[in-house]
């Protein structure tokens, strides 16, 4: 099994403060199932990076500010055993089409001035033939599978997007 990574579930993975059932989930997967692979578009890494960038640096706490260097530090560990996706010129086309589509469905996706990460995510997911492992239920609406995180030892499946 493949499976995208938003942002959610990948800074819960780099917090200070883990989402413990969540790297329980990703380090079972990876030691139960040989064809486990988490994709990490790297847009993901852009997005949760530069807030972490931001607070390292800008914050007055400094207490504050070494916990977020901390999940910088922890971001690079995970991402060295994630696969982090290019954002190549298909995922970028197939984006912009998505973008359209929903906007022409009379739903917007974000501002229009934004970059609009999620519809990219989406499209990389789409393009890799692979759910998405995200927070954020709105991904439904790009057509993509999502990935329920099972409780309490339930089998986990994709479900249709």
């Known amino acids: 099994m493949r499976v995208v990574l938003d942002t959610g579930p990948l800074g819960r993975l780099c ?7 969540l790297t329980r989930w990703v380090a079972g997967r990876y030691a139960t199932d040989p064809s486990f692979v988490a994709l990490v578009p790297e847009v993901v ?12 640096r800008y914050e007055a706490d400094p207490i ?8 910088i530090n922890t971001l690079e560990q995970v991402l060295s055993r994630f696969v982090v996706t ?3 010129l298909d995922v970028w086309r197939r984006a912009a089409q ?6 022409r469905m009379g739903q917007r996706t974000a501002p229009d001035e934004a970059l609009d990460i999620d519809v990219i995510v989406a499209s990389c997911a789409l393009l890799e033939g692979a759910p998405v492992l ?4 709105d991904f439904a609406r790009f057509g993509v599978e999502l990935v ?4 309490n030892g339930e089998e986990d ?5």
Request: glycine letters at 4%.
């Open 15 to 21: 917090h200070p403060r883990t989402d413990e059932h």
């Open 64 to 71: 504050a500010r070494e916990k977020f260097q901390e999940s």
């Open 86 to 88: 290019p954002i190549t």
């Open 134 to 137: 995200t927070m954020d239920t």
């Open 157 to 161: 499946q994709p479900t249709p997007g």
């Open 148 to 151: 329920d995180i099972p409780q």
């Open 98 to 103: 998505l973008w359209a589509d929903i906007r």
């Open 45 to 56: 890494d852009y997005e949760l990076r530069r807030g972490y960038l931001l607070k390292a």
